[in-house]
């Protein structure tokens, strides 16, 4: 399987609690993106690497929330002390950036219950 | 500040008729619009990518067209099948790594 893969597929936490999600963008992209859709409406930035770098984040992405790239391979996401309000699915895409030109492509996402 | 905004909100059609998706930016300065499926509780597929310097692109039954002077963008479907019935969301790319999406479209198309 080439494709973005995602691990869990589901996770179910109590409140308070810390969660990690993993992300394994496709092989020789460059850039890997987190986004967070909530039921009924589009999915929206949390943040992006360009290889291990951190470039950019959201001001959804609150001090909570910690996303690394280690090597500029696979990416973690970690939220501590979950709130309801995290509930969401969380999704991560990657691309190959070449000039202005980018497509993303998604992974299958993980949906975080927050009880 | 790039807003994507997709109507309808939800369409429902019999089998086998053709439809249009409708999608609306703000800020016409875009490199591309791309059209994506969502399965309930599934990630997102891409189904097609237009260039800013293209007006339309085709995929089987799918053709998306984009005008970015008016900053709109349709995904019309042929001959639509049950298999069709998904959520469509179209994103604008407007460079930097901003890619902005619309809520989505909820199409179910009944046998």
């Known amino acids: 399987d080439t494709g973005v893969s995602q691990d869990p597929r589901h996770k179910i936490t109590k409140r308070g609690q810390n969660v990690t999600f993993r992300c394994d963008p496709i092989?020789?992209?460059?850039?890997l993106y987190w986004y967070r859709q909530t039921l009924g409406q589009g999915p929206e930035f949390l943040t992006y690497?360009?290889?291990?770098?951190?470039?950019?984040k959201s001001r959804l992405l609150s001090d909570r929330f910690s996303a690394e790239r280690p090597k500029g391979s696979f990416s973690t996401l970690e939220i501590q002390r979950t709130e309801q309000g995290d509930s969401a699915m969380y999704l991560c895409?990657?691309?190959?950036?070449?000039?202005?030109?980018?497509?993303?492509?998604f992974g299958s996402g993980t949906q975080l219950s927050v009880l | 500040k790039q807003e994507v905004t997709q109507i309808p909100a939800a369409l429902s059609v019999p089998e086998g008729e053709n439809l249009v998706l409708n999608c609306s930016f703000t800020?016409?300065?875009?490199?591309?619009l791309q059209w994506f499926r969502q399965d309930p509780g599934k990630g997102l597929t891409s189904l097609l990518l237009?260039?800013?310097?293209?007006r339309e692109q085709t995929s089987g039954r799918l053709n998306a067209s984009l005008d970015k002077s008016s900053g709109r963008s349709t995904l019309y479907i042929a001959a639509s099948q049950p298999g069709d019935s998904a959520t469509y969301l179209c994103?604008?790319?407007?460079?930097?790594?901003?890619?902005?999406f619309g809520k989505g479209t909820m199409l179910l198309v009944s046998p």
């Open positions: 895409a990657s691309s190959l950036v070449t000039g202005t030109n980018e497509k993303l492509f």
């Open positions: 092989s020789e992209h460059n850039r």
């Open positions: 690497f360009q290889n291990e770098a951190q470039l950019e």
């Open positions: 800020d016409s300065a875009i490199y591309n």
């Open positions: 237009i260039q800013s310097s293209q």
């Open positions: 994103a604008a790319y407007s460079g930097y790594s901003t890619l902005t």
